[in-house]
T-cell receptor, first 110, second 112 residues
Framework: GQQVMQIPQYQHVQEGEDFTTYCNSS?????IQWYKQRPGGHPVFLIQ?????EVKKQKRLTFQFGEAKKNSSLHITATQTTDVGTYFC??????????FGSGTRLQVQP | DSGVTQTPKHLITATGQRVTLRCSPR?????VYWYQQSLDQGLQFLIQ???????AKGNILERFSAQQFPDLHSELNLSSLELGDSALYFC???????????FGSGTRLTVV
């Protein structure tokens, strides 16, 4: 079945440093979504990427979808303590339910 | 409040028992999804319903079953519970098959 791998599993940064998490799918995706889960909370939808090579920005967050539609990345510029949480990518093939990656847990040291 | 309501928030039960988790989707959303999240783990897809009908099944055990009712709320039934079933169970809803999910706050199940 479809597998979505995410690295790194965990990252600890100093406030103000940049952060990147990478997502790779075993199959070509129709689209990819990103979610953020704060400690003790539930996943919250951040963004969806649909087109090959698509790049979207949300303030300090930059999301990319690979040309082959099998990989994606999330980059956070100048992290803040409010960025703490686990970031999940989730890939979809056709109209199937989302397959979530294992997540990257981000810790930000003030 | 995300608009997706899950009850109960916490559940403690003994091995071998049966429990029912309830989910009310966001108003207007026709799709309901159930996911299991074990400690420090990712989200494992269990099952999806669309407008009352089962749409897709994931890694759902035979001891688990679900349904979606005419008012679109959904229930996840877990029976013959084992210690390994302890986890967070999330319900999510979406408008259609290709849109983002809105998650509920989850039900934390502890099997003792």
């Amino acid at each position: 079945g479809q597998q979505v791998m995410q690295i790194p599993q965990y990252q600890h940064v100093q406030e103000g440093e940049d952060f990147t998490t990478y997502c790779n799918s075993s199959t070509t995706l129709s689209n990819i979504q990103w979610y953020k889960q704060r400690p003790g909370g539930h996943p919250v939808f951040l963004i969806q990427l649909v087109k090959s090579g698509e790049v979207k920005k949300q303030k300090r967050l930059t999301f990319q979808f690979g040309e082959a539609k099998k990989n994606s990345s999330l980059h956070i510029t100048a992290t803040q303590t409010t960025d703490v949480g686990t970031y999940f990518c989730a890939g979809r093939t056709g109209r199937r339910a989302l397959t979530f990656g294992s997540g990257t847990r981000l810790q930000v040291q003030p | 409040d995300s608009g997706v309501t899950q009850t109960p928030k916490h559940l403690i039960t003994a091995t071998g028992q049966r429990v029912t988790l309830r989910c009310s989707p966001r108003s207007g959303d026709l799709s309901v999804y159930w996911y299991q999240q074990s400690l420090d783990q990712g989200l494992q897809f269990l099952i999806q319903y669309y407008n009352g009908e089962e749409r897709a099944k994931g890694n759902i055990l035979e001891r688990f079953s679900a349904q979606q009712f005419p008012d679109l709320h959904s229930e996840l039934n877990l029976s013959s519970l084992e210690l390994g079933d302890s986890a967070l169970y999330f319900c999510a809803s979406s408008v259609g098959d290709t849109s983002g999910y809105t998650f509920g706050s989850g039900t934390r199940l502890t099997v003792v």
